[in-house]
């Protein structure tokens, strides 16, 4: 891994499909790299001990923990953050839902809810309610209940079909 | 104004917050960046009770990259929530109080830097006697934690005596008597506690935080810091979840704005999750013992409610919490004689404050299982019980709260309809069952934390001549959907899209004063002053219109981004076109609106915790299944109706409450905050009262896994008090959700626990004792030597009282006044 003259690391990688490079601090997680120096905030600290899924994100299409990652892991990577999931100025379905449905209500948990059930429908585009469930099961919410989550989800699926059929 | 229909209120639409939401640009405390920000971290102490002996900072001080330490003795001036429990200092002077009481603040040019210079403080303590319950506290009035305690470590005991009790109790077919305990939890919200301080350019103090109560952080920080408050700005970011732990003036938040002034730099203090779980403020642990006597047509003649509150190590909220244990049991049942005695001790322990319902779930609790043990022992049903002693419309109660509009009955009979109720209850068979609970909140506290006679909400409205409309409130947005209320209500009276709606909201330099997001206040009283400002700028609109146009302003209606002639809608202005016409003629267009609760009738000492204008009220079934191998309780489904006097916005309100049914789940079920003395072997007696699992994964709390379906039944019966005849939703909900689980125990395995949470040991050892033919309940069986205090007796309104004491001197401010829709229940 190449580094600075001085001694900090250096990281290349691509955020939200977009290549970044940038001099770290070789302690840092990935999350306080995504927050601290690339102001991407959307990305939450909730507990730094992978506890409550705040903090997730995509890496090469895979859900991780951001706060139990170090940013130096990165390295050559594609990492995908909420800040990711719209299409320029328009929401992603899911994200459409989420608003529509109440499934954001604080708002604070729901960066890593939408990452994670964005990972769900790449793998599986019409998941039942149970299997959303267990996708979701490692982000905690403290607002919603979850019941107005799920049917966001669901929502984001049955306007993606509708949308298809059209 | 000509009357239309409703174009914003009522339906079920996006929340005008939600775009920022679901992309992650809402801006929390701890997502803010300034310029030569530095950032702080606070040593908590390690000991849950000792003199501060002394604090050496010297190698802190010469770490690389420290910029300050402060201790307490750079705070000497304490604050806190209450005017009575100003017990608090940022820093603790010279005396600790739990595990994790503020001792030192470090800033640095990080976190970690300023973590490393935590290890480097030396602090001398020498270690005091604990108390790690009410029980230790009665027993060991010394050393006392304040010394502004009633006595010993008894910081508070309240009492009161509504009618002749023992005179209620001969009238009682059947008195019964049981105790109850519901253990302490916490908030948990996803988002840590965060502050940033700064000084801005012109020298003056500006403090972002995760707070609910920017005006009452506002004027503790004045407090604290010794300022002038138009030289301080508090900001309060969106809330990622408060729950009532944001509600008060944190340490961190004293502390940050304290380093800033000194250092001329910003300073961001982020808690960790474990500080969060110490700096608590939340459920305080209670036990009940509840006396009622009962006639065999069910109806209450006298309630003895007995309350032994566990604060922990500060006052807190913790004086109202205790009226609260109190106040709204006659809110919802008829309740002729009552009799009230709360006490509330110190301990060692993180304090206890306001967590979602505030002091009313732990009796609602109690009351709501031994209502159950009622019904089946005068063979009744537990609804149909309910039924007949839910308060009328229109009453006074025992202590002299005023009930208006109570949907208590129509909650009942639809959940008991829409759950199948007839078909389930005593007939579902072996290890399952169903229970029923009620329950009442307020829609807003009657008065304010402090003593004053101004507006408890404000608004302004600004228009422009491009149309534009921007609200300024004070109320915080904490999930709840206040800024979605505030927005929907100047929209539809102004005839507009919520979303054509810009907020300024939670700053106390620009925004009238609102007391803040707790109580469940803000949609009554922030949305009545946001209906007043809204129809004062509508009826300057109106006017200049009117005469533009040649029609009476009375006939002028505000609707679709138009101001348009009811007899003849062709002819209007477009809403920008109006702005122009009314500004032309009246001048710079902005409008005011202000909202202050009706005087209470009560007017006894004490008896400013309870009045409302109004309350709302739930009922609840929940159906579960339980295995009597492992104890395991599993919650099938939960029916909910909840009396919310019309739902503004429909998805928010069921968002509300099935938000509060999951957090009552947890209470019921999973939640605790646990504390254990490390062996004496170790410590000796002054042990540390650590908390036994301060994080996310051990705190057990409900998943996306354990979330049962919820059927929610809302019940409109718009209240002249709220606006458009809302009451409030995000508190209520709650409170019916544990006693309605217990009593489906009951009904499932026959066995009763009296105690949350209930666990599935809990479930086994009820079991277990009704197999060996000893009670078949888990919980309390004793009620410990708390200290009587004398009452004060005030005579209920059918008594001839007039809401006063009879055995407390008062100055009589104004002549008494006659009291209106007195009935005897």
Not at chain 2, 30 to 47: A, E, Q
Not at chain 2, 191 to 207: F, M, S
Not at chain 2, 291 to 306: K, M
Not at chain 2, 749 to 774: D, S, W, Y
């Amino acid at each position: 891994m190449p580094t600075e003259p001085h001694g900090r690391p250096h990281l290349s990688f691509r955020v939200n499909g977009e290549p970044v490079e940038l001099a770290l601090e070789p302690y840092k997680t990935l999350l306080e790299v995504l927050r601290e120096d690339l102001g991407l905030t959307g990305t939450k600290h909730g507990c730094e001990l992978g506890e409550c899924g705040a903090c997730a994100v995509l890496v090469d299409g895979s859900p991780a923990l951001s706060c139990l990652v170090l940013g130096l892991e990165c390295e050559g990577r594609e990492v995908l953050t909420v800040e990711g999931l719209a299409r320029r100025a328009e929401l992603s379905p899911l994200q459409e839902a989420f608003a529509d449905l109440g499934a954001a209500q604080c708002g604070y948990c729901t960066p890593g809810f939408l990452v994670m059930a964005q990972d769900l429908l790449d793998r599986n585009p019409h998941p039942t309610r149970d299997q959303i469930r267990r996708a979701l099961d490692g982000n905690l919410c403290r607002c919603t209940g979850y019941l107005q989550v799920f049917e966001a989800v669901e929502e984001a699926v049955a306007r993606g079909a509708a949308a298809r059929c059209r | 104004m000509p009357v239309r229909d409703l174009r914003v209120i009522g339906r079920a639409r996006r929340r005008v917050d939600a775009r920022a939401k679901v992309t992650g640009q809402t801006l929390f405390a701890d997502d803010l960046r300034l310029p030569r920000m530095l950032h702080g971290r606070i040593l908590g102490s390690p000991h849950p009770h000792a003199r501060i002996l002394g604090v050496d900072a010297s190698k802190a001080l010469a770490h690389p990259g420290v910029h300050l330490v402060l201790t307490g003795a750079d705070f000497p001036i304490p604050y806190g929530i209450l005017p009575v429990s100003q017990d608090e200092h940022a820093l603790a002077v010279d005396r600790v109080r739990f595990v994790g009481d503020p001792v030192a603040l470090v800033v640095a040019t990080d976190e970690a830097t300023a973590g490393e210079a935590l290890a480097l403080l030396r602090v001398d303590y020498e270690p005091l006697p604990t108390i790690a319950s009410p029980e230790e506290a009665i027993a060991r009035p010394s050393p006392q934690i304040h010394d502004y305690a009633d006595s010993g470590n008894l910081h508070k005991q309240v009492s009161f005596a509504f009618g002749d009790l023992e005179a209620g109790m001969r009238e009682a077919d059947e008195v019964f008597e049981d105790l109850f305990f519901y253990e302490g939890n916490t908030h948990l919200p996803i988002e840590q506690h965060a502050a940033v301080a700064a000084l801005d350019p012109d020298g003056r103090l500006a403090i972002w935080a995760s707070t609910q109560t920017p005006h009452y952080l506002h004027r503790a920080i004045c407090k604290a810091l010794g300022l002038a408050p138009a030289r301080v700005r508090v900001v309060a970011c969106p809330n990622g979840g408060g729950f009532g732990g944001k509600s008060e003036p944190h340490r961190h938040e004293i502390a940050a704005a304290g380093a800033a002034l000194r250092l001329g730099r910003p300073v961001k203090l982020c808690l960790s999750r474990q500080e969060v779980f110490y700096a608590h403020r939340g459920r305080h642990p209670v036990l009940m013992r509840l006396r009622t006597g009962v006639r065999r047509d069910g109806s209450i003649t006298a309630l003895h409610l007995s309350t032994l509150v566990d604060g922990g190590a500060y006052g807190s909220y913790g004086v109202a919490s205790t009226f609260y244990t109190g106040a709204l049991q006659t809110v919802t049942y008829r309740i002729p004689r009552y009799r009230f005695d709360g006490t509330r001790a110190f301990t060692n322990k993180p304090p206890c404050g306001p967590k979602r319902g505030h002091g009313t779930p732990q009796p609602r609790f109690g009351q709501e299982v031994q209502l159950d043990i009622i019904a089946e022992r005068l063979g009744l049903d537990p609804a149909e019980l309910r039924l007949r002693i839910a308060c009328e419309p229109d009453t006074l109660t025992a202590n002299w709260l005023r009930v208006s509009t109570i949907g208590l009955k129509e909650c009942i009979r639809q959940v008991v309809e829409r759950s199948g109720w007839r078909a389930r209850f005593r007939r579902l068979g072996e290890g399952r069952g169903v229970g029923l609970a009620c329950s009442a909140y307020l829609c807003g506290a009657g008065l304010p934390i402090y003593w004053n006679g101004m507006p408890q909400s404000g608004v302004q409205l600004k228009l422009d001549r491009g149309g534009g409309v921007t609200a300024f409130s004070g109320a915080t947005e904490i999930g709840q959907g206040s800024d979605d209320v505030l927005a929907g209500l100047v929209a539809e009276v102004l005839g507009l899209a919520p979303g054509d709606v810009r907020l300024v909201t939670g700053d106390t330099d620009l925004t009238p004063v609102d007391l803040g997001s707790y109580s469940s206040r803000v949609t009554l009283m922030m949305g009545n002053a946001a209906v007043q400002a809204a129809e004062r700028a509508r009826d300057l609109v109106a006017s200049a219109v009117a005469e533009e146009l040649g029609v009476p302003a009375a006939r002028l209606v505000f609707a679709g981004g138009r101001v348009f002639d009811a007899q003849d809608p062709e002819r209007g202005l477009s809403w920008p076109e109006a702005v122009v016409v009314a500004e032309t003629r009246h001048g710079t267009l902005g409008t005011v609106g202000s909202y202050t609760p009706p005087r209470s009738a009560a007017r006894y000492k004490g008896g400013g915790v309870g009045p409302s204008p109004t309350y709302s009220y739930s009922a609840c079934v929940v159906q579960v299944e339980v295995d009597r191998e492992t104890g395991w309780v599993d919650v099938v489904k939960v029916w909910i109706a909840h009396d919310v006097g019309r739902a503004l916005n429909p998805v928010l309100v069921r968002g509300q409450v099935e938000g509060s049914v999951y957090m009552a789940l947890g209470e019921a079920l999973m939640e605790e905050m646990a504390y254990r003395r490390l062996p004496e072997r170790l410590t000796g007696e002054a042990g540390p009262l650590v908390h036994k699992f301060p994080s996310m994964l051990e705190y057990k709390s409900p998943s996306t896994q354990d979330m049962p379906p919820v059927e929610t039944i809302l019940v409109e019966d718009p209240d002249p008090a709220g606006p458009f005849g809302a009451k409030e939703v995000g508190q209520g909900p709650l409170l019916p959700v544990m006693p309605a689980l217990v009593n489906a125990i009951h009904d499932a395995v026959g066995v009763r626990i009296h105690e949350v949470p209930v666990t599935p040991a809990k479930v086994l050892a009820a079991l277990a004792a009704r197999a060996a033919g000893r009670p078949a309940r888990y919980g309390p069986t004793e009620w410990p030597p708390v200290p009587e205090v004398e009452p004060l007796v005030v005579p209920p309104p059918w008594e001839g009282g007039d809401g006063r004491a009879l055995n407390e001197e008062v100055r009589r401010k104004a002549a008494p006044r006659p009291v209106a829709g007195v009935t005897r229940p």
